[in-house]
């Protein structure tokens, strides 16, 4: 699909569908969801708890298949794709930050930033001028050395960001990226990310129950019971 001056979708789902078998019982997590993230874009996917909307960024992200429908990443679908290739691409596609941060406890805040870099075999030098030039991006210049304990939430949100950041992905895809901050450092983790949205065109689509949040997307998508809503 093109759009928006002849872009490509930099993420693009088609009439996806995820049924989960637990203890023996089918559940549809998607039960047939389109949608287009372009370049630049801002984009808000809200939901309450259970209505699919984790599922459909998991499939975005390429961390997951669908069971019926199409699924392209950087424009390839993902369905051709062996695991190594699908790996390959994510890694060039899209960056991820999550609510727990998944930051690795005993490495420095340099080395989790790099270690996007490592897969694609980036040396160790370059690895870590690009590491430390995407923490000074997010203001984190001077903790380079530290490890996630001694972070505080937002710091390591910030650092989370930056690995986002690094491989200078098509995409960010944020799952509650606030959850575990307070008001404050929330907000302030929101601004970085629209931030790097305006000034650096990486799309941004974040997952959201707050109704607060998806309010400062350009777009929003509402997910309930597996599909998408109509606009609102």
């Known amino acids: ?11 693009e789902a088609v009439d996806v569908t995820r049924t989960y078998r637990l203890e023996g019982v089918s559940v549809d ?3 047939g969801v389109s949608l287009a993230v372009w370049p630049g874009d801002y984009l808000a996917i809200v ?29 390839a679908d993902v369905s051709a794709l062996r695991p190594d290739e699908l790996a390959r691409i994510r890694n060039r596609t ?28 980036v040396r160790r030098a370059e690895r870590r001028r690009r590491a ?30 930056a690995r986002a950041l690094v491989g200078e992905p098509q995409v960010i895809l944020a799952d509650e990226p606030t959850g575990n901050l307070d008001t404050r450092r929330g907000a302030e983790v929101i601004g970085l990310l629209e931030r ?23 777009r929003r998508l509402y997910v309930r019971d597996g599909l998408i809503e109509p606009a609102r």
């Not at 699909?1 to 993420?11: E, P």
């Not at 209505?51 to 199409?70: E, F, N, V, W």
């Not at 960056?95 to 694609?120: C, H, I, K, T, W």
């Open 47 to 75: 939901g309450p708890s259970g209505s699919g909307k984790s599922t459909l960024m998991h499939l975005l992200g390429a961390l997951d298949r669908p069971s019926t429908g199409t699924l392209r990443v950087g424009g």
């Open 29 to 31: 997590a998607l039960r």
């Open 94 to 121: 899209v960056g991820f930050v999550f609510q727990a941060f998944q930051l690795l406890p005993r490495e420095s805040a340099l080395d989790n930033v790099a270690m996007p870099l490592v897969y694609r075999g």
């Open 196 to 218: 790097l949205n305006t000034e650096r065109g990486v799309a941004l689509v974040v997952v959201t129950h707050d109704p607060g949040i998806a309010e400062r997307a350009r």
């Open 1 to 11: 699909m093109t759009g928006r001056g002849g872009a490509a979708a930099a993420l």
């Open 132 to 161: 430390g030039a995407a923490l000074a991006a997010v203001g984190m210049e001077h903790r380079l050395r530290h490890t996630p304990g001694q972070l505080s939430g937002g710091e390591q949100q910030r650092v989370a960001i």
